[in-house]
């Protein structure tokens, strides 16, 4: 099945730009009126300081985390890194294939090769939502240390999406010189 992804790579890097436009359109044009002009945690790449995410959580309210939790994090950002994982995936076998050394390794290592640059994004971008989810809906719960490890979650989970980007890009450009 991995093996078949690159096959619909193109309608898969197309839902996953769609879907990250809406959520972006979301972002801009509805939950930073909730949060009075304030970026979302997860737009915050480079983390954020406890301050600054009791800030956010505060300046939400309880309607406002609501509103996040199920217009966000239960809909779009349960599906979208789900999505961006397999759009990598595909990405990474397209463009490996490209390559003869790539191309002469079995079917099944091209696929464990995509995953394992993979999967770690796609556990960090999860246990992110988890996190930031459960601030939303106890903003009781809410202190620095459950703030920082929601930080260093979202810090971590770009950091970790980096590396499959840069397979990808290393590919192409490999790719384009022969």
Known sequence: MIMRLPRHVAALCFLSAAVFVAMTMMEFF????????????????????????????????????????VWHYLTFDLLFPALLSLTLVSLILATGRRLETFRVLPGQAQSIFALVLVLPYTLADYAQNIAVSRLLSDFLSANPDSLSFASALIVTKFALLAIPAVVIAAFWLVGQRR
């Open 30 to 69: 509805y939950f930073r009126q909730l949060s009075g002009g304030l970026p979302s945690l997860d737009m915050r790449y480079l983390g954020f300081t406890p301050d600054e995410g009791m800030a956010w959580l505060t300046a939400l309210g309880r309607r406002g985390g609501e509103i996040i939790l």
